[in-house]
Structure formats: structure tokens, C-alpha cells
């Protein structure tokens, strides 16, 4: 990374904490222990609080959740002590802006410290958030290693600009804090102070009780401005989104409202306008200033001269080319035919070049662009080795040829690589400018014949083929369609393109292929009888639900339910209200949005919608932008709210949108469809009070069907008992009933005097599936279904039981292991089981049947079969014609053979398939599980019964309303004149009088009105001002407090740091007295430890000493005794 002079700190990146919501304040609070542990000295002596005027500290993994459980998973625990103390805490926190109290940074913020984007959104929580931005790296790393690879492949190519990295991380960092100043919401947003944008003199916005955002300030622009103006607020030259917040005060960038007519889009498609010559060579002017050394871009009117000239002067531009050192490169864009493209000549070193033709249409102009090859390079006194066509970008539905043209030539000038797309959007921004060439980006003439050809062999009508190819014009874009073209496989490569969800289009509609297949059957076989066979067979009568139709003109527009593209609500226009410029959204029916439909032009520069109370096929959309909606309404008889399918016609140029509202996930019970049935030969209850409430009565007179509420249960009553995470939510086993029928045992419909099974759908509990298996109630059985409850479980299966009645089904239920429970459907017994049972317990049930598992999705019916052909001949033919079938039922036959209905998952291998020397037809049946087709028109009961039976009102008007006479028309008697029409001139005199006179008392009174409201709105002003002025005061003195407070706060952390330093060196030298005082105290061990030795030896030589001593005066004495002894003797 580049080293930055100086260094940002944290209040460069964050000047001003936001206000969060009050939950995430409340989660990242400090609790009693995290502030005992922050606030601790012995666990690190890091930063705890962030300061402003310093790099922020890292932030790691455990920030915020050292205390608890990480929320990734890795640990269930808070951090042990030793490891606190070990590691020490690694979090830091702020001064909250909305509590005051300490608590952890906002993911936001820590994310923002690492560069990642304030847009991000944190889905599990603050404290979850931060566990993330601690474990993510910087992006403004990958960014840097993104722009050293652009860098190498630019030097490596050397084909590309290389990238300013410096510039580029700059412009990320910008980007960073104008996203940051655009979401966050601070304090300052609440000030009451004006938001200066300029726009006009007498404009300005008003104070309102909420922060202005960027998308309002433009509505009420637009209302300001009126329709057909474009209207958007910058920032310096930055377009702010529709969220972005406008701070008050003075700011470093002003606001400024742009404003100006809308373009009108051609044609009714959603692309641009045609480019002139004066709009191309403006965008060449502009790339060329950021071209590449050795590219030059050359004016779209040289291509003109080059190609209107007979002979072009040899060398001609050889003198403007003098200074060009080889290899250059000439980009000119040029049009021909009434199509923009793009030609590119790479020089060489010894006077040769190759020449590229680059176009959005694929061999749209490649003869032209050769001849214009040709001329540009005599023109320049240059050979040409070779001429390529290639093709970057195609055009596309919503491009013209002139964009693409001006894509080709940035590509060509700055190097194919990322920043094309911000050039080119460079380029092409601008007013209009009205020029002498224009280009419309049709298929040429060769390609359009061709495609019409084309259409024509595959069964598109001749009057309708013309049409047929301009709206896939409009919807595909001409680019593919002319690359499609121009593949070997062309209708392979039309039908792909067209086939996309983002761009489907039919080429053929279902009756046109109709009669195409029908047409080619008729060439190839000879003759062909229509409706043959519907002579022959009387087809069934399908008796289909017809669809509640709503009256449109009866709709109201429920309140912001349809918005436009920056989220204001549209307001509702009646059916005559849309014309060209309207803006608003209007109901009708499919019968007045076809002629819409059929002209494809959009009306108006804003959002103009048409809404249909009923779904359009694909058929009759044709090309127009058409989207299937579900969409709320009132309808205005009862003024109640209903819910329409209908499909939402785009006749403007800005797109109208359906509201989307974020819905919050809620808990919910895992519920199963079951179908109850009940058989009146096998069940005990009289069927006469059955009768009466059928699904009461088997309630009551089965208690495995009702809930024990009791919590003391021992589960000996017989009752369902709820799971132990399901008891608090569960109110009853039967969650829904709906479905009931009665029919015979053999099927068909009856009367509940005559029937002889019962049957319903009941929604109950999941857990209670395995319960209801094991419920044994003679004549009383539980299948599990579908969601829907139009098909069964896909998790289970029936085995059925030959020849079986319920004594043998049930013992072979309590002696089959993986049988599940047992199950009738009219005469016939068999055991459910799992469906991943189900072939064992086939083969140990049946042996020697062949088990065939088929999920049966379509019925087949197969004739001419062979004579007496049974179930097990028939799936021996399947098998051996390898389709998963199996056979359902015999159907009736004739005399050349039998016929089976078959169900099968799979499409026959043939519609004809050989069966020794014949063939067997196959023929569809009936799809098995056909597609649930949502309600079109959801609604109370009372809404439905006034939408179904409120005719129109069908009362004559009154003859006599409006005051006219009916019978001033009438003829006179004959020999009278004609009576003179009432002059009436008292009556309309009087009116009018009143009428003046209302008129001039009302001016008085909205005079006299506007004059109170101007003195009072004065006044109100004056207060304002007054009240702003005190607000403004106090918020300066607000502010010196706060600078007064950062410098106590500073102030005591050096003192708080001194005493800590001054409590070390004190540390420090007790430490070291210690030390001395052990070693004292280790010397005077030792001396006392030596003492008693000492004196022992000095005791011991000094009574040695004073025994000799004693021994010898003894012997003195006792000669000196002896002596006196003798002396004595000697003088006796």
C-alpha cells in the first residue's frame, strides 16, 4: 500500500458518531462485567476508548463478544481469565450519542475503519457484525491487488492505459465517505437549519419535522417544475441516490437541482435516442482526450468526405501524420446506410496496416467499411495487409447503434478493460445536438430478407412476418439477431436468444404452428381431413371455472402500491385520463389495453402505467414491456381491500414498480395435508347422525382426534399429546378443514343419503402424522397428500393386497415391519409404507411380480393393442420399449385391437411405437398432476357477492335534469307557429347574479384570508428566526462545552498516565528493596547458622588455654609449695 502524508486518523474518517437504532445502542452497551474488564488495567494496557485524533486500534475477531459466545460458532464460551489476562481484551469502545454511556463501535463504524462500504447491511445483529468485520481482511486491500494486476496486464498487453493506483485509491476512499455522509444518520441532520440547493431564486426547501433526503428534495422539484422534465440533485458533480440525507449549514460540496426535458424514447422501446453526427463527434472530442499515446481519433465527417469523394488526393493526410511515430493507431467512427460503426487501422512500422471493422450488427455495413478501408488508408499513404471484422459489444434491446459505435471507440482508444464503461458513460452525457447523420441500427436489407425467408418456411403468416420481425427487433436488439444470422445453425441460434428469461420472445405463435404442422403433414402425406376425428368421438365436456372478472372502472388505488423508480407513489388516472404526458397508473381491461398493446409507443417522458384486472398471455403482450403483477386494490362499492392478478402495461419511459415491503420471517408450525376418510359399511356411528356434522361427530366419537391440555398427563387417555417444543403453540390436532365430499364406493359423486364414503382435507401438525398412522378406527382411515391436497405424498407409498379384505390388511400391517398403516380406496386393502420401502415390501408381499416404480405425471392411451392383451403382456411391451410406464386401466377397444390407458413420467420414446408387424398409437390422455392456477381475484365473501351479482345501474336519466324542457322539442299542432324557446332571462340572470356576487365575496374572503395568513406567516417567521438564533447559540456554547470537556478528558489521561508511570518506578523500587532485604536476610541466616560453631571452638581452645594455664600455675604453685615445704623441713 502506498504510504499516505499524513496519516488519516479516526476523525477524518468518522467526524461525527451517528444515532442508531435503539435496539442496536442497547446491544452494544457495556454490561457491569465488560466495564470491569475494559476499564481494568491488568487485562492490557491497549486503548479502551477510541480516540479521535489517532489511528483506530485493530479490530479483532473477539471484539465486542470476549464475555460470551462468539456468534460464528467457534467458541460456546466467554474468554477463561488466564487467557484475558494472558492476551488481554482487545476491545475498545465510544461515548454513545444517544445513552451517553460507553459502549462497542457499530459494526458500521469498525467496518468503515476497515474500509468496507456503509451500504453494507448486517443481517444477525450489532454484536454478530462485529464479530464479522473482525474477520474479514480490508477492501481497500483487494482493491490495491486489483489494480496491480490492471497494471501488469496493461504493461504485458501493452494494449491499455495503465491504471493511476493512487488516483483510483483516492477515488475509493472519496467514495467511501460520500456513501458514509449519504447513509449515516447524525445529530446534525435534527438541527433546525435551512438545506441550501440551489435551484431557483424563489425556491428553496421548507423545514420539515424529518431530515430532508435526496429523493424527496427531487419530488418536490418535479412538483415545482412540472411533468416532462427530468429532474436530479448533485452534490458538486456527484448525483446523490434517492436515501442519501442533505445536511444542513454550509458544506464542502453545495446541492444543486439539475433540470431538464426528457428525451422522448424512439419507437416505444426502453433504449436511447438516435445519435447525430455533432452528439458522435462531441463524444469523440472527449475520448480522445483520454486516449492512449499513438491513438488517434478521427471526426466522424472525414468518414463522410472519404466515402462521398470520387478519388481521394494519395498521401492526403500524410502531412497531419508526420508526427505519428509507427505503430499508431487511427479509430474513426462513421455511418452508412443510416447505421453507426466503428473503423480502426493498426500502423505499422513499414508503412503497412491491418484494418477492423467493428460493429454492433454483425455484417450490417462490411462491404461499406471495406471500401472506407481502402480510402482511409490511401488517404494516409499506408497498404492494407488484411481486413477482420469483430464485434466487442452487440447491440442490444435497449442500445443504439451510435453507443455501441462510441463503445468501440473507447475500447480502441484506452485498452478493452474496465474503465470502457465509465468513459463511454462520459462520453455520451450531454444535451442533444441536432446534426445532418443520424443512425436508426436496423438489420441491413440482405439480413432482413433473409430473416424473413426464414420466418416464412417456419409458418409465420406473410402479412404478419413484417411486423413479426420489427417487435423481436424491439425485444432481442439487432446484435443477436444478425449473429444468429449469420450461424450455421440459424434457427437454432434464433430460438436460443429468444428463449432467455430476461428476453423471451415467441417467433411463432401456437396456432401458427398448428397450422404450419398441419400444412407440411398435408404435402408429405397427401390429403387431410380436418377434424376428423372429432367426428368420429364425442369429446368430453370439460366444464371450466370461469375467472371473476372485476370491473376496472370500479377499482381505487390502494395507497402506495405502485411507485416509481425512486419510491414516490403514483396517483391513480381514469381509463379517459391516459394520454400522451400523463403520469399516474389507471385500471383497465384486457379489451382496452389491447390497442395499446398493438400501436407499442409509449405516451409520456414520466411513469405511466396501465394495470390489467386480468393476466395477458405472452400471445397478446407481443413486444410491449408487459409484467404479470399481484397487486392490491379497493374496490369502491364495499371499501374493502382485494388482491388481483392482472399484468402491468409500461407506457412511459420511466418504469413503474409494484412496492416491495420487507416482511420480517415469523415462526411457524410445520403442518401435512391429510385426507379423512370415512366408509359407511365399516363404521359404527349411525349414519343418519353422521349426517348432521360429519367431521364433529368422528371428532367426538374418536378421542385420538382431540388435544390433551392437561400438563399433568400420564398419556394414558387416548388423546394426541402435543411435542415438548410444539405444547405451547399447538391448540388443536385439526388445524383446517376444507374439501368435503361424499361418493359412492365406486366412485362418482352422491347425495350424504346415498353415499357411502366420506372424504375431507384436514391440515394438522407434521408431528402428528406418525401419531394418526397408528390410530386404529374401524371404517375411519388417514392418507397423507400433497401440499395442495390435489395429489399424494411424495414421501409415501401403497402396496395393494390382491383379493385382500381388512382382517388380512391388518395382519399383514402388524407383521410387515416397514409397513406403515392400512388404507382403502373403495373395494381394494393395502398397507402405506415409505416410499424408499416400498419395492421390499412389494417383492415379500407379491413374489413373482414384476415391481415397476413409476411416477405417474401424464396418462397415455395406447391402441391398436393385440387381442386379449393383459396388465402383465402390457408391461412387458413397456419394458421393452424402455419407457417408464405402467399400466393404469383397460380402455374400451374396437375391432382392430385393445386399449390400455397407461400412466408414465416420461414422453413416449415415439407417437407411434412397432408392436410386432404393427405400430401402437400413443395419444395423451390427461396430465396427472396438472399446475395449481392461482386465484386470480382474492376477496371477502361480501366483496365477491357484490362483484358477482351487482349489475350496472340501467335507470334512464332524467329528462328534466339540467333544466331543459323534454317536450320543447316536440312538433307544434299544425296552423300554429313553433313556440319560441324559453327565454329563461330571469332565471339566468338571477343565476348569474348570484353567481357574481358568490364570486366577489369569495375573493373577499381568500383575500382577507391570504392577507391574516401572510401577517401570521411573518410573525411565525420572525419567532423562527428568533428560535433558530437561540438554537444556534446554544449549540455553539454546546460545542465549546464539549471542547472544553475533551480537554479535561485529555488532560486527566496524561494525568491518569503519569500516575500509572510514577506507580511503576514505585513498583520498581519496592521491587528492588525487596530483593536487598532477601539477600540481608539470607546473610544473617548464615551468620546465625555459623555462631553456635564459632563460640564452640573459641570455648573449646579457651578452656585448652586456661586448663593449661591453670596446669601450669598449678605446677608453680606446688613447687613453689614444695619449696616452702622444704625450707621448712630444713629449718626444723
Known amino acids: 500500500m502506498p504510504n499516505r502524508s499524513p496519516q488519516l486518523v479516526v476523525h477524518d474518517i468518522i467526524p461525527e458518531l451517528p444515532l442508531w437504532p435503539e435496539s442496536d445502542e442497547a446491544e452494544l452497551s457495556w454490561t457491569k462485567a465488560e466495564t470491569a474488564l475494559l476499564l481494568n488495567r491488568r487485562y492490557g494496557g491497549n486503548q479502551r476508548i477510541l480516540a479521535w485524533n489517532a489511528q483506530a486500534p485493530t479490530i479483532t475477531h473477539s471484539c465486542g463478544n470476549e464475555l460470551q459466545a462468539c456468534p460464528c460458532g467457534c467458541r460456546e464460551f466467554g474468554l477463561s481469565e488466564s487467557r484475558l489476562l494472558a492476551g488481554g481484551s482487545q476491545s475498545v469502545g465510544v461515548y454513545s450519542m444517544v445513552e451517553g454511556s460507553l459502549r462497542f463501535l457499530h459494526p458500521s463504524e469498525a467496518g468503515l475503519l476497515n474500509t468496507l462500504s456503509p451500504d453494507f447491511r448486517f443481517q444477525r445483529g450489532a454484536r454478530a457484525g462485529l464479530c464479522l468485520v473482525g474477520n474479514i481482511s480490508a477492501p481497500l486491500h483487494a482493491h490495491w491487488i486489483f489494480l496491480q494486476l490492471q497494471t501488469w496486464a496493461a504493461a504485458a498487453l501493452e494494449d491499455e492505459i495503465p491504471v493511476d493506483m493512487l488516483r483510483s485509491v483516492e477515488s475509493f476512499l472519496n467514495n467511501l465517505l460520500c456513501q458514509r455522509s449519504d447513509r449515516w444518520f447524525v445529530a446534525s441532520l435534527q438541527s433546525r437549519l435551512p438545506v441550501a440547493v440551489s435551484f431557483s431564486q424563489d425556491w428553496k426547501l421548507p423545514l420539515g419535522e424529518s431530515p430532508w433526503t435526496a429523493g424527496r428534495a427531487v419530488a418536490a422539484a418535479k412538483s415545482a417544475a412540472g411533468p416532462g422534465m427530468s429532474v436530479r440533485i448533485v452534490a458538486g458533480e456527484r448525483e446523490l441516490p434517492p436515501h442519501a440525507f442533505l445536511h444542513p449549514g454550509p458544506i464542502a460540496q453545495p446541492y444543486s437541482i439539475r433540470v431538464r426535458p426528457k428525451r422522448p424514447i424512439l419507437g416505444g422501446s426502453s433504449g436511447p435516442g438516435l445519435l447525430s453526427d455533432a452528439e458522435v463527434d462531441r463524444a469523440v472530442q472527449r475520448i480522445r482526450e483520454h486516449a492512449m499515446p499513438g491513438v488517434h481519433c478521427l471526426p466522424s465527417g472525414f468518414a463522410s468526405f472519404l466515402l462521398e469523394a470520387q478519388q481521394v488526393p494519395a498521401g492526403f493526410l500524410g502531412e497531419i501524420l508526420s508526427h505519428c511515430h509507427s505503430p499508431f493507431r487511427l479509430v474513426l467512427p462513421f455511418a452508412v446506410d443510416q447505421h453507426w460503426a466503428c473503423l480502426c487501422l493498426f500502423v505499422h512500422s513499414d508503412g503497412s496496416s491491418d484494418a477492423v471493422y467493428f460493429d454492433g450488427v454483425p455484417d450490417r455495413v462490411t462491404l461499406q467499411a471495406a471500401c472506407l478501408a481502402s480510402a482511409l488508408a490511401a488517404a494516409a499513404a499506408l497498404s492494407i495487409r488484411s481486413f477482420n471484422q469483430c464485434n466487442w459489444f452487440l447491440q442490444g434491446p435497449q442500445q443504439s447503434c451510435g453507443e455501441i459505435a462510441i463503445w468501440h471507440v473507447c475500447a480502441n482508444a484506452i485498452g478493452f478493460g474496465p474503465q470502457v464503461h465509465t468513459l463511454a458513460l462520459h462520453a455520451l452525457d450531454g444535451l442533444a445536438c441536432e446534426g445532418h447523420t443520424t443512425g436508426a441500427g436496423d438489420l441491413s436489407a440482405d439480413q432482413y430478407a433473409t430473416l424473413r425467408k426464414l420466418l416464412l418456411s417456419k409458418g409465420v403468416p406473410a402479412g404478419k412476418v413484417g411486423q413479426r420481425i420489427q417487435d423481436a427487433i424491439k425485444k432481442l436488439g439487432a446484435g443477436p439477431i444478425a449473429a444468429a444470422l449469420a450461424h450455421k445453425l440459424a434457427w437454432s441460434q434464433l430460438k436460443s436468444i429468444a428463449s432467455k428469461p430476461e428476453s423471451w420472445f415467441r417467433w411463432l405463435s401456437t396456432e401458427e404452428l398448428s397450422e404450419h404442422i398441419e400444412s407440411k403433414a398435408n404435402e408429405q402425406f397427401g390429403t387431410s381431413v380436418p377434424s376428423g376425428k372429432s367426428k368420429k368421438r364425442k369429446e368430453p365436456v370439460v366444464r371450466a371455472s370461469t375467472p371473476v372478472q372485476v370491473d376496472p372502472s370500479k377499482l381505487l388505488l390502494a395507497p402506495g402500491s405502485f411507485v416509481n423508480a425512486d419510491g414516490t407513489a403514483l396517483p391513480q388516472l381514469a381509463f379517459e385520463e391516459v394520454c400522451s404526458g400523463a403520469c399516474g397508473i389507471a385500471f383497465c381491461s384486457s379489451g382496452q389495453a389491447m390497442p395499446f398493446i398493438a400501436t407499442g409507443q409509449h405516451l409520456s417522458v414520466d411513469c405511466l402505467g396501465l394495470v390489467c384486472v386480468s393476466v395477458l398471455s405472452p400471445e397478446q403482450c407481443g413486444s410491449m414491456p408487459v409484467v404479470a403483477v399481484h397487486f392490491p386494490a379497493v374496490y369502491g362499492p364495499t371499501g374493502e381491500a382485494v388482491l388481483i392478478r392482472g399484468s402491468l402495461l409500461q407506457l412511459g419511459d420511466e418504469p413503474v414498480q409494484l412496492v416491495q415491503s420487507r416482511i420480517d420471517d415469523t415462526e411457524q408450525l410445520d403442518t401435512i395435508t391429510c385426507r379423512f376418510t370415512v366408509y359407511r359399511d365399516e363404521f359404527t356411528v349411525a349414519w343418519e347422525e353422521f349426517l348432521k356434522s360429519p367431521v364433529r361427530v368422528l371428532v367426538q366419537g374418536t378421542p385420538g382426534l382431540t388435544l390433551c391440555k392437561d400438563a399433568q398427563c400420564t398419556q394414558g387417555c387416548g388423546r394426541f399429546h402435543a411435542a415438548v417444543e410444539e405444547a405451547d403453540c399447538i391448540d388443536r390436532l385439526l388445524l383446517d378443514v376444507w374439501g368435503r365430499q361424499w361418493s359412492k364406493l365406486d366412485g362418482g359423486r352422491a347425495t350424504p343419503e346415498d353415499a357411502q364414503v366420506f372424504a375431507c382435507l384436514v391440515r394438522v401438525p407434521a408431528s402428528a402424522l406418525r401419531y394418526l398412522h397408528l390410530l386404529q378406527v374401524r371404517g375411519f382411515y388417514a392418507e397423507p397428500r400433497a401440499t395442495c391436497g390435489t395429489g399424494p405424498h411424495a414421501g409415501y407409498a401403497v402396496v395393494w393386497l390382491p383379493d385382500s379384505d381388512y382382517n388380512k390388511a391388518l395382519h399383514v400391517v402388524r407383521t410387515c415391519q416397514q409397513a406403515v398403516a392400512i388404507t382403502r380406496l373403495g373395494r381394494r386393502y393395502g398397507i402405506r409404507v415409505r416410499d424408499s420401502d416400498e419395492q421390499t415390501v412389494f417383492q415379500a408381499l407379491r413374489p413373482g411380480c414384476d415391481f415397476t416404480k413409476v411416477k405417474v405425471t401424464a396418462h397415455y392411451r395406447l391402441h391398436p393393442l393385440p387381442v386379449g392383451c393383459q396388465r402383465k403382456h402390457l408391461a412387458t411391451l413397456l419394458k421393452s420399449w424402455k419407457w417408464t410406464a405402467k399400466p393404469l386401466q383397460p380402455a ?241
Open 892 to 1132: 374400451r377397444g374396437d375391432s382392430e385391437g385393445a386399449a390400455w390407458i397407461v400412466g408414465a413420467a416420461e414422453e413416449p420414446p415415439a407417437p407411434a411405437i412397432p408392436c410386432g408387424g404393427s405400430f401402437v398409437l400413443v395419444r395423451k390422455v390427461k396430465d396427472a398432476t396438472p399446475a395449481a392456477t392461482p386465484a386470480g381475484l382474492t376477496a371477502s365473501g361480501r366483496t365477491l357477492r357484490r362483484i358477482i351479482y351487482d349489475d350496472e345501474d340501467s335507470a334512464a336519466p332524467d329528462p328534466w335534469a339540467g333544466g331543459r324542457d323534454p317536450w320543447s322539442a316536440a312538433r307544434p299542432p299544425p296552423g300554429l307557429p313553433c313556440p319560441s324557446a324559453p327565454a329563461g332571462s330571469g332565471t339566468q340572470s338571477k343565476i348569474g347574479q348570484l353567481r357574481e356576487e358568490l364570486s366577489k365575496d369569495m375573493q373577499d374572503f381568500v383575500q382577507q384570508h391570504i392577507s391574516a395568513s401572510s401577517k401570521d406567516a411573518n410573525d411565525h417567521e420572525g419567532a423562527n428566526d428568533a428560535r433558530l438564533a437561540k438554537l444556534e447559540s446554544g449549540f455553539v456554547e454546546l460545542r465549546q462545552q464539549n471542547e472544553k470537556f475533551e480537554g479535561w478528558f485529555q488532560s486527566l489521561g496524561q494525568q491518569v498516565q503519569q500516575s500509572v508511570h510514577q506507580v511503576e518506578q514505585v513498583q520498581q523500587t519496592v521491587v528492588a528493596q525487596q530483593n536487598d532485604i532477601a539477600q540481608v536476610r539470607a546473610e544473617v541466616t548464615r551468620q546465625a547458622e555459623a555462631i553456635p560453631a564459632t563460640v564452640q571452638a573459641a570455648v573449646s581452645s579457651l578452656s585448652v588455654d586456661l586448663g593449661a594455664q591453670l596446669q601450669q600455675q598449678f605446677q608453680k604453685q606446688s613447687s613453689q609449695l614444695e619449696a616452702l615445704l622444704s625450707k621448712k623441713q630444713r629449718s626444723e
